[in-house]
């Protein structure tokens, strides 16, 4: 997948790439999921886009990282019920977790950074 224009942040990419690997997943959850348990999956992740691209623009980023954790914790929690209910396969999910992994520890050093930032003004 190409970079988004404009934009350099790697995080930025990877929550990207972890979208575009869910959605023919989510595809293939049964029809009774669609407004439910996937609406609840997709939402997460357009958060944590948001939260990404607002994050990337503030002066102040604390507030905006922490919602982005959170969101991430949410992701984490609807896919291994997704897995728990057999709408998402284990392979899938191992796959997606390691993604989300990724993604955290990156959420991670960035609020390190920020924090090391503030400690220094």
Not at 25 to 46: G, H, S, T
Not at 82 to 92: R, S, W
């Amino acid at each position: 997948m190409e970079k988004p224009h404009g934009e350099d942040l790697i995080i930025l990419q990877k929550t990207f790439d972890m979208i575009t690997f869910a959605y023919p997943i989510l595809a293939q959850f049964p029809k009774a999921e669609k407004y439910a348990l996937v609406a609840d999956i997709k939402r997460c992740m357009d958060i944590m886009l948001e939260h990404i691209i607002e994050a990337q623009k503030k002066y102040y980023k604390k507030t905006t990282l922490q919602n982005l954790d959170i969101a991430l914790a949410k992701l984490r929690a609807y896919t291994r019920l997704a897995n728990m209910l057999g709408f998402l396969p284990n392979k899938k999910y191992e796959q997606w977790s390691a993604r989300n992994v990724e993604i955290g520890k990156m959420i991670g050093g960035w609020m390190n950074s920020e924090k090391n930032k503030s400690a220094r003004s």
